[in-house]
C-alpha cells in the first residue's frame, strides 16, 4: 500500500481498472444469481414435497459455471469477447455467430462500475475503508438490477454486505465507531419493518419486501445510524419521483410494485460520500445552527 500514499493517482488507475473488470463480473451475478435462486427453491420443493412430483432442476449452474454464451444462439463467447466495453464496440453490440443484439446494458454496468469506483477512490484515497467501498459499491451495483430486473434483494448480497460492514468497524477501518455501526444496523431494520407493518395493519397490503430492511440494515452498519434519516429521506423522495415515471411509462397503475431497492442503494452511496454535508447544509439552511 506504501507505493500508493506515494502516488495516490496509481491507487486511482488501478480501482478504475479493478472496477471495470469488476463490472463484467457484476453482469453476471446479476443475470445468474436470481436464476440460480430459483433453482435452489425448485430442488427444495421437490424434495419436501414429493408427492407433488415437481421436477428438479437440470444440470448445474453458478456464478463460475458454465461458462457464458449468447442468449440467443447459446454459442460459447470466446475470450476476446469478454473484454469489458472494448468487446461490446469490437462487435458493435452483436453476437459474433448469430449476430443478435447484445444489450448495452452490459457495458453501461461496467462503464458505471468503473465510474463510480474512479469517484470512491478519489474521494477516501488509498486506505482500507476506500478498498471496502469498493465492495460496497460493487454489491449495491449488483442488488440494484436485481432488483430492478425481479423485486428480489438476494440475501447472499444484503446478509454479506452488512457483516462486512460491522466488521470494518470492529477492525476500526470504517468511519463510524463499533456501537454506531450496531445501532445503525438494528434501527435500519427495524425503520423500515415497523414501516411494513403499520402499512400492512392500516392497509392489508405489504408495501416492501424483507430483503429492504436488511438492505437498509447493511447501511446502517456502513454508515452508523446518524445518517439513517438522510438515507430514508433520499430514497424516499427520489423513490416516489422515478418510481411513478417508470410506472407510467410502463403503462401500470400506481397500486402496482415496483423496487424500492435501487433507491436505497443509490442514497446509501450518496451519505457514503457526501451525507455529512448533506446534514450540516439542511441543518443551517433550514433550521439555522
Known amino acids: 500500500m506504501d507505493i500508493f500514499y506515494y502516488y495516490p493517482w496509481l491507487f486511482v488507475f488501478f480501482a478504475t481498472l479493478l472496477g471495470l473488470i469488476i463490472g463484467s463480473f457484476l453482469n453476471v451475478v446479476i443475470y445468474r444469481l436470481p436464476v440460480i435462486m430459483e433453482r435452489e427453491w425448485r430442488q427444495e420443493c421437490a424434495d419436501s414435497f414429493p408427492e407433488y412430483k415437481i421436477a428438479p432442476p437440470e444440470g448445474h449452474l453458478s456464478l463460475s459455471t458454465p461458462r457464458s454464451t449468447c442468449p440467443h444462439c447459446h454459442t460459447q463467447l470466446r475470450i476476446i469477447d469478454n473484454i469489458p466495453v472494448i468487446s461490446w464496440l469490437y462487435l458493435r453490440g452483436k453476437c459474433h455467430h448469430c449476430h443478435a443484439p447484445i444489450s448495452i446494458r452490459y457495458p453501461c454496468v461496467e462503464l458505471l ?15 482500507p475503508y476506500s478498498i471496502g467501498l469498493l465492495f460496497f459499491t460493487y ?14 434483494l438476494p440475501d447472499q448480497l444484503t446478509i454479506p454486505l452488512m457483516w462486512a460492514g460491522l466488521v470494518f468497524a470492529l477492525l476500526g477501518w470504517s468511519s463510524v465507531s463499533l456501537q454506531d455501526a450496531v445501532i445503525g444496523a438494528i434501527a435500519g431494520y427495524l425503520i423500515l419493518w415497523s414501516l ?42 427520489v423513490g416516489v419521483i422515478f418510481g411513478v415515471i417508470q410506472l407510467r411509462m410502463q403503462r401500470k397503475g400506481l397500486d402496482k410494485a415496483f423496487p424500492f431497492g435501487p433507491y436505497l442503494a443509490i442514497a446509501g452511496w450518496i451519505s457514503v460520500l457526501w451525507g455529512q454535508d448533506i446534514i450540516v447544509w439542511y441543518l443551517s439552511s433550514f433550521l439555522g445552527w
Request: charged share 10%; proline share 3%.
Open 113 to 127: 462500475t468503473a465510474g463510480l469506483s474512479y469517484v470512491v477512490a478519489t474521494h477516501f484515497g488509498p486506505t
Open 196 to 237: 411494513f407493518w403499520g402499512f400492512k395493519l392500516l392497509t392489508g397490503k405489504e408495501g416492501m419486501g424483507y430483503g429492504d430492511f436488511k438492505l437498509l440494515a447493511a447501511l446502517g452498519a456502513w454508515l452508523g445510524w446518524q445518517q439513517l434519516p438522510v438515507i430514508v429521506l433520499l430514497s424516499s423522495v
Open 139 to 152: 454489491v449495491l451495483i449488483a442488488a440494484t438490477f436485481i432488483d430492478l430486473d425481479t423485486l428480489l
